[in-house]
T-cell receptor, first 111, second 112 residues
Framework: DQQVKQNSPSLSVQEGRISILNCDYT??????FLWYKKYPAEGPTFLISISSIKDKNEDGRFTVFLNKSAKHLSLHIVPSQPGDSAVYFCAASWSTDKLIFGTGTRLQVFP | DVKVTQSSRYLVKRTGEKVFLECVQD?????MFWYRQDPGLGLRLIYFSYDVKMKEKGDIPEGYSVSREKKERFSLILESASTNQTSMYLC???????????FGDGTRLSIL
């Protein structure tokens, strides 16, 4: 049973516009959420995280929003750049337990 | 620059072979992880280690074992490779908790 779901396998966005990547989870005990970015032929790199005590965390062009009641988090990239084209994984954990990853969303930013 | 290094980028082996995937980190991290990445399934944890000679099963440990004889090195072993173990294997390390901070570039393993 997939506890962390990314229902959109791919997303295409024009350069300069906003990219919104979504992630849903089923386990209400999750209290820490992360986003990773992965380029082809490279390992994932940590992008941004959020604790369940917050509903928003911002780092430059990247903002993560958490809606605990809906068990939903989203990553906003504004403005989107061609270098943002990659696969994005959301991940969740409970306390200090291991991370559960989503299936990934491939973002393509075109000129 | 911090680094997690996986010994091979591509590997082709035959069914039934014993396969070793090696990973080295230079950050003095306590925790090391092995994941596999498959289309539509995301990253799944195979094994992790929180100290030298200590290991814990992840979500899909069947058919795999691991070795951590030194802090910087974590090996994944396929005891008798099977075609369903064809995958991208990712090693990672982390300092606190069970959240990987740095990943290697991956080993794409094909079992024929």
């Amino acid at each position: 049973d997939q506890q962390v779901k990314q229902n959109s396998p791919s997303l295409s966005v024009q350069e300069g516009r906003i990219s919104i990547l979504n992630c849903d989870y089923t386990n209400s005990m999750f209290d820490y959420f992360l986003w990773y970015k992965k380029y082809p032929a490279e390992g994932p790199t940590f992008l941004i995280s959020i604790s369940s005590i917050k509903d928003k965390n911002e780092d430059g062009r990247f903002t993560v929003f958490l809606n605990k009641s809906a068990k939903h988090l989203s990553l906003h990239i504004v403005p989107s750049q061609p270098g943002d084209s990659a696969v994005y994984f959301c991940a969740a954990s409970w306390s200090t337990d291991k991370l559960i990853f989503g299936t990934g969303t491939r973002l393509q930013v075109f000129p | 620059d911090v680094k997690v290094t996986q010994s091979s980028r591509y590997l082709v082996k035959r069914t039934g072979e014993k396969v070793f995937l090696e990973c080295v980190q230079d950050m003095d991290h306590e925790n090391m992880f092995w994941y596999r990445q498959d289309p539509g399934l995301g990253l799944r944890l195979i094994y992790f280690s929180y100290d030298v000679k200590m290991k814990e099963k992840g979500d899909i440990p069947e058919g795999y074992s691991v070795s951590r004889e030194k802090k910087e090195r974590f090996s994944l072993i396929l005891e008798s490779a099977s075609t369903n173990q064809t995958s991208m294997y990712l090693c990672a390390s982390g300092g606190e908790g069970l959240q990987p901070q740095h990943f290697g570039d991956g080993t794409r393993l094909s079992i024929l």
